[in-house]
């Protein structure tokens, strides 16, 4: 292949990366624009951060420190949107698209094309959502959950508010579509859908659920834009409406997307457990049907989150029980990755630390989330402190750390480099205590009657919110340290990294080199024992 | 496409349009949730949601024996500028008779309103079984600058009600229907709601 005619026809048929920003604005290659998600939700982790800083510095102490409360609800509503659909979501998303080609062997996404406009929307949809904060009236501050009426009082925010959930949802739906036409389609021959790796497989499940429920919040939100400017009357009761109606369309989106942002979490403690236990996955089938049994009882427990809007008995006891039972087969999971570390040879890696921290911390989540499914017990802690504990502790010791942990797992691959592992451990402590100083003490400020979404409190709840504040600001200056190390590691100052990584992992991603080439797995691999599942 | 182990069961086009139909699907079916909540709530009566229109099968028989406290709930929206509330503060009724309560209500502004009273029954177990025969919140209220009106309601409560509720409520909450239409004007003035006693937002 070294005559002219050959090097022009390679020349025309570069496959490195277009130069500049082109690469970026034209991306189509999944490595690029998963690179893109990744970095941007770190952006947009930081800023959701810095609001729960600004928050936690107003609760330090009893009383009106620094902020009005109206500020003050538009920093909780804000932290929320914006770590929900700019950092949770999309990360898991940046993962997708690096992972699952390379883990089913695939030369790209399905959808290149739609790929860009999924990514680039969501820059769009959070200057939008961000510029809210300047507007006349301020950023909307009535909960990410953007009951009526009290969100129909935003001021100019509101139709931007609206645009933007939708410009999220539309994303979402494009990602989720991409991702299952990729899996369906574009496995290596003989990868069966249950040889699949289980990080491909809860993205697939994830993936049915955006497209389920983001239709749906697409949906509700219409409705909200109409009854403001259309005079509509679906959520106003003097039109014949029922604010309580929302509650139940927005829960109806609102569960499975709980479910949307742990999955994959899960998909990825799967990967590093096995990996850092030297043990293939104890019952990778039965996993998969937990993962999607989960998916199906989260469509019918929503309205647990409405106990207290009056709900007959026997609706308080469906929703109670059917909650309960998402507890097996979750059950099933923690006990599977238990089972997996059983008399395994373990190290004690920076990816196999949060998946550790992962799996004890987002346990305790479950659990107080067990205590809040007993609709009597729930009356009592409805809308307090427990609640802001329990959701904090399976997001962040549990979609953050799974999304951490995936990041240290697989950053080798992508840089070609090991990060620092001693500063990634210290990231990893530095990460857990501060994590459980915040959030700990909010059970215990719960259960004494504090309430949520509130900026001054009585002087009883005093210590442990200080306490609280103190841990928040800790979580969030150890995330810089995690900024050093992919920096580090992304400057190639590491280790080089083999083309295996770690000691004998599973799957097709490590039979790639390291850094992973712009172009893989053109011409479909051949699955082996080593690289096949199940 | 370039799997082989496989059939290619469908093209990936096909595929992405049939995903996308189901996401649009979803999209209708979040609308189709209105309907379906509210004809769940009319059969079941969940949420206190009683009949929107006059009841036609009156013939019952007054059970005298039984006695049931009815208590009258009176709440004015909070851009709804109307005084608001119940000839008397409870009443005693038999099941199977027929009675009437009034309810006066005052145009606080020198403008023309309509008002919309909107009716709730706790608990909610006796919303099916409370039967109103004629209500002036089956329809709009319009009020001239100033006006006060006395406002009956009839109603039955059926003898089939369960023998453990002693107790009806039966609330109104009076709502502004100009709030639908000229909304901006309304939240121009929310000193309405400011300064009226006993009134607040039905947010929950």
């Known amino acids: 292949m070294s005559s002219a005619v050959a090097d022009a026809h390679a020349d025309h048929d570069d496959h490195g990366p277009v130069k500049g920003w082109r690469r970026w604005l034209y991306a189509t290659n999944h490595k690029d624009i998963g690179t893109m998600y990744l970095i941007f939700s770190l952006v947009m982790f930081f800023a959701g951060g810095s609001m729960a800083l600004i928050i936690r510095t107003e609760l330090f102490s009893p009383g009106l420190q620094f902020v009005i ?41 399905a959808l290149p094309r739609m790929n860009n406009w999924s990514f680039w929307i969501l820059p769009v949809a959070f200057s939008i959502l961000g510029s809210t904060l300047f507007m006349s009236g301020g950023a909307p501050a009535s909960g990410w959950t953007m009951y009526p009426p009290l969100v129909l009082q935003t001021g100019d925010a509101f139709p931007f508010l609206i645009f933007s959930v939708h410009l999220m949802g539309l994303s979402s739906i494009m990602g989720a579509i991409n991702v299952i036409v990729t899996i369906i389609n574009m496995r290596a021959p003989d990868m069966t859908l249950l040889k699949m790796p289980m990080f491909v497989w809860t993205w697939l499940i994830t993936a049915y659920l955006l497209l389920a429920v983001m239709p749906v919040l697409a949906g509700a939100v219409t409705m909200l834009l109409t009854d403001q400017f259309f005079g509509t009357s679906f959520f106003l009761a003097a039109g014949g409406g029922d604010p309580v109606m929302f509650q139940h369309i927005f829960w109806f989106f609102g569960h499975p997307e709980v479910y949307i942002m742990i999955l994959p979490a899960f998909g990825v403690v799967s990967e590093i457990i096995p990996t850092f236990s030297r043990k293939p996955l ?51 999971k923690v006990f599977n990755w238990t089972a997996t570390m059983w008399k395994g040879a373990m190290t004690f890696e920076t990816p196999m630390l949060f998946s550790l921290g992962f799996l004890f911390l987002f346990t305790i989540g479950g659990f107080s989330g067990l205590m809040l499914a007993i609709a009597p017990a729930d009356i009592q ?13 399976v997001l962040v010791p549990g979609s953050i750390f799974g999304l951490m942990a995936a990041v240290y797992y697989w950053m080798p691959k992508w840089t070609g480099h090991y990060y620092n592992e001693s500063l990634g451990k210290l990231h990893f402590w530095l ?104 | 496409m370039q799997k082989s182990g496989q059939p290619e069961p469908i093209s990936t086009k096909a595929l992405s349009f049939r995903l996308l139909a189901l996401a649009v699907a979803m999209f209708g079916f979040g609308f189709l949730l209105v309907p379906i909540y509210d004809a769940f709530c009319e059969v079941t009566g969940f949420g206190g949601k009683t009949a ?51 309810f006066i209500a005052r145009n606080l502004t020198d403008k023309h309103k309509i008002a919309q009273a909107v009716p709730s029954v706790a608990p909610q177990q006796a919303a099916s079984f409370f039967k109103k025969l004629e209500c002036f919140c089956f329809t709009t209220q319009e009020f001239l600058p100033g006006e006060e009106k006395e406002m009956p309601v009839r109603f039955i409560v059926d003898s089939d009600l369960p023998d453990y509720i002693d107790t009806i409520t039966l609330s109104y909450t009076f709502f502004d229907t100009a709030r639908l239409t000229d909304e901006s004007a309304e939240m121009a003035h929310p000193e309405h709601s400011a300064s009226k006693t006993g009134s607040h937002n039905v947010t929950r």
């Open chain 2, 52 to 102: 929107n229109s006059a009841a036609v099968d009156v013939v019952e028989m007054v059970d005298q024996d039984r006695e049931l406290k009815l208590e009258f709930v009176t709440t004015v929206n909070q851009y709804a500028p109307w005084e608001f509330h119940s000839s008397v503060d409870s009443m005693t009724v038999h099941p199977g008779g027929i009675y009437e309560a009034t």
């Open chain 1, 381 to 393: 802690y409805h809308d307090s402190y427990f609640v802001v504990a329990h959701f904090h502790y």
């Open chain 1, 431 to 534: 990460s857990t205590i501060f994590v459980n100083v915040t959030f700990f003490p909010m059970h215990f400020l719960g259960l004494a009657g504090m309430p949520r979404r509130i900026p001054d409190y009585s002087t009883q709840f005093a210590d442990f919110n200080s306490i609280a504040s103190v841990g928040a600001i800790g979580f969030g200056l150890s995330q810089l340290l995690f900024v050093y190390v992919v920096i580090q590691c992304v400057r190639k100052k590491g280790t080089v990294a083999s083309q295996e990584v770690w000691d004998s992992p599973r799957g097709l991603e490590w039979t790639v080199p390291s850094p992973a080439p712009y172009h893989t797995f053109e011409t479909p691999p051949r699955i082996s024992s080593d690289t096949s599942f199940s």
């Open chain 1, 282 to 332: 104890f019952g990778h089938d039965s996993m998969v049907y937990a993962a999607s049994s989960i998916a199906f009882l989260s469509f019918i427990v929503w309205a647990h989150h409405m106990f207290t809007v009056g709900m007959p008995l026997t609706g308080q006891m469906f929703f109670m029980f059917a909650t309960m039972l998402i507890a097996v087969p979750t059950g099933v």
């Open chain 1, 69 to 109: 409360p109206s500020f003050f609800n538009q920093m909780t509503t804000m932290h929320a949107l914006i770590m929900v659909f700019g950092a949770v979501m999309p990360a898991f998303v940046g993962l997708a698209n690096w992972m699952i080609p390379m883990m089913i062997g695939a030369p790209d996404m």
